[in-house]
Every structure is written in C-alpha cells, then in structure tokens.
Nanobody, 128 residues
C-alpha cells in the first residue's frame, strides 16, 4: 500500500519560510514522478513543483526562484522549501506520486489528473 504523509504546514507572515516534508512508503521516490500540488478552496488543484523520473526539476512560474523541491532517497522523503512566501501561496499542499514519468508535456508541472497517489495534505496559511 502506498502512503504519502505530508507535514510542515503552518501559519507564517508574508516574507517568511516553511519547509514541507512528504514521507513516502510503498513507493520509491527515485525513478518516479514526485510532485507538490496546492489547492485553494473553490479553485482547481495546481501543480507547484516536480521531480520527474529522470531527476529533472520543474516549477510553476508563480513559485520560481522562491520554492525548492528536493528529495532524500535514503529517507524516501520529498521536500518543498518555500521562501519569500506571499499571501497567494496560502492553501492546502499535497504530495503526489505518479509511477514512472510525469504526465503532460514534461516542460512544466504535471496536470492534476496525472498522479496515481496523493497525500492528505498540509495547510499553509500566509498572513499579509
């Protein structure tokens, strides 16, 4: 059984930082498409950052230069370091896994229909 468990969310002021973690079991991060998505109530879930099966990394334009995705294969854990946070970064953040390579055109973040597995999410609230 695949499980993805996110942690690290919280409330911070604009300009602050948070580091999200996603502990994976039942699936190996390396060689699969691992992503972070976020969703605001009433809006569609959107991709934020991804590490594709070949190790390539891509970000949504809205977070480039501020967010960094990484993974520790020994710990089988995915991370999202978020700096210079803005109010519009608020939302529920989800870890997602897709077997093999990411769906989509491999030029940006994967579509929300791509992942095979999802975590339950961790809430990020940024106050301005």
């Amino acid at each position: 059984e695949v499980q993805l468990v996110e942690s690290g969310g919280g409330s911070v002021q604009a300009g602050g930082s948070l580091r999200l973690s996603c502990a994976a079991s039942g699936i190996t991060l390396s060689g699969n498409c691992m992503s972070w998505f976020r969703q605001v109530l009433g809006k569609e879930r959107e991709g934020v950052a991804v590490i594709d099966d070949d190790g390539s990394i891509r970000y949504a334009d809205s977070v480039k230069g501020r967010f960094t995705i990484s993974q520790d294969n020994a710990k089988n854990t995915l991370y999202l370091q978020m700096n210079s946070l803005k109010a519009e970064d608020s939302g529920m953040y989800y870890c997602a896994a897709e077997k093999s390579y990411c769906s989509g055109d491999q030029k940006g973040v994967p579509p929300s229909y791509g992942p095979d597995y999802w975590g339950k999410g961790t809430l990020v609230t940024i106050s301005s």
